[in-house]
């Protein structure tokens, strides 16, 4: 069974940086590409970037060229480095992979960005 726990969030002023951090059970990060979505309250959940297994990214036009997205296969963890951030990034945070399954959702890690 896998198990996907994000952490790293917070409460942040615009402009500021977080770091967020996808650790999993289970030997998927070798098998999937891997994504990291957000929801905001009163939205859908849409996905802000991924990474295959062979490194290569993609990203959102809203994130593209504030975030980062990684992967250490070994340590089967992934990360998303968040630069510049704006009010409107300001959701749940979660990692699965991408395409997402369902039963990868984990709780997410809340950040939110205001002065």
């Not at 891997?34 to 959940?45: N, T």
């Not at 970037?49 to 070994?74: E, H, L, M, Q, W």
Request: charged residues 15%; proline residues 4%.
């Amino acid at each position: 069974q896998v198990q996907l726990v994000e952490s790293g969030g917070g409460l942040v002023q615009p402009g500021g940086s977080l770091r967020l951090s996808c650790a999993a059970s289970g030997s998927i990060f070798s098998i999937y590409a891997m994504g990291w979505y957000r929801q905001a309250p009163g939205k859908q959940r849409e996905r802000v970037a991924y990474i295959t297994t062979g490194g290569y990214t993609n990203y959102a036009d809203s994130v593209k060229g504030r975030f980062t997205v990684s992967r250490d296969n070994a340590k089967n963890t992934v990360h998303l480095q968040m630069n510049s951030l704006k009010p409107e990034d300001t959701a749940v945070y979660y990692c699965n992979a991408s395409p997402p399954r369902s039963a990868y959702w984990g709780q997410g890690t809340q950040v939110t960005v205001s002065s």
